[in-house]
Nanobody, 124 residues
Framework: VQLVESGGGLVQAGDSLRLSCAAS????????MGWFRQAPGKEREFVTT????????YYADSVKGRFTISRDNAKNTVYLQMNSLKPEDTAVYYC??????????????????WGQGTQVTVSS
């Protein structure tokens, strides 16, 4: 499985942005998916995850109520809708996939697949 993120860019505080992560292969629906981010000088952190059917989601407290993860298994794509963006949301955003489910994705440890990342910059 190859993961390719897109949709990053430079926005102002309060704006919205939608990231996409397109997966290759025919087994996309078998993987729980997640989004992570890494700001300059900081460790990578968990943002959100979604189960294989798209029926269960989990969010980091820092984005709860502002970000929404969704997936379209027919399109092999997972999305991250980001609203009310803040300067502290500035980071490289990565998507990840793991066959062991959302609890494993939340750990961010040794996940099956990672994308290359897309930059999100929020100006104040």
């Amino acid at each position: 499985v190859q993961l390719v993120e897109s949709g990053g860019g430079l926005v102002q505080a309060g704006d919205s942005l939608r990231l996409s992560c397109a997966a290759s292969g025919r087994t996309f629906s078998s993987y729980a998916m997640g989004w992570f981010r890494q700001a300059p000088g900081k460790e990578r952190e968990f943002v959100t995850t979604i189960n294989t059917r798209g029926t269960n989601t989990y969010y980091a407290d820092s984005v709860k109520g502002r970000f929404t993860i969704s997936r379209d298994n027919a399109k092999n794509t997972v999305y991250l809708q980001m609203n009310s963006l803040k300067p502290e949301d500035t980071a490289v955003y990565y998507c990840a996939a793991d066959s062991r489910g959302t609890p494993m994705v939340r750990t961010g440890m040794n996940l099956n697949y990672w994308g290359q990342g897309t930059q999100v910059t929020v100006s104040s």
